[in-house]
């Protein structure tokens, strides 16, 4: 929904590059929640990465754009779930935890459906 959200203030490339950042918080994140060793040379990869991504979007540094931000934030929620989903398919299987996430994005989704559908009846 963030991400979704950031489309609408940003433009689709800026909302697009940030969003897919996530691999990059994924690197970033493991060794402090799981305490895994990364390699030196991915370092210098990270470093590459968040360059290009900086000359993509170009940030203004005057104001800051909320749809980058939302966009960035989507990027760092993404990367904890790759990350717990790590944890989870240890104890559980694929289909059990695909069945709950779709169980539960239905049922927080669901209010915005039903404000944004008119129901008919025939």
Sequence with gaps: MLFSIGFQYTTITNANMLQMTY???VMILAPLIYREKIKK???VYLCIMMLSCYLVTLPK???INIGDVL???SAI???FS???LKKVSKY???YIIVFYVMLIATIFNLPFIIKDQ???VF
């Design 23 to 25: 691999p990059i918080f």
């Design 41 to 43: 040379s991915s370092y």
């Design 61 to 63: 540094f005057d104001n």
């Design 71 to 73: 966009s960035l934030v």
């Design 77 to 79: 929620s993404a990367a």
């Design 82 to 84: 790759v990350l717990f």
């Design 92 to 94: 559980n299987e694929g």
């Design 118 to 120: 008119q129901l008919q």
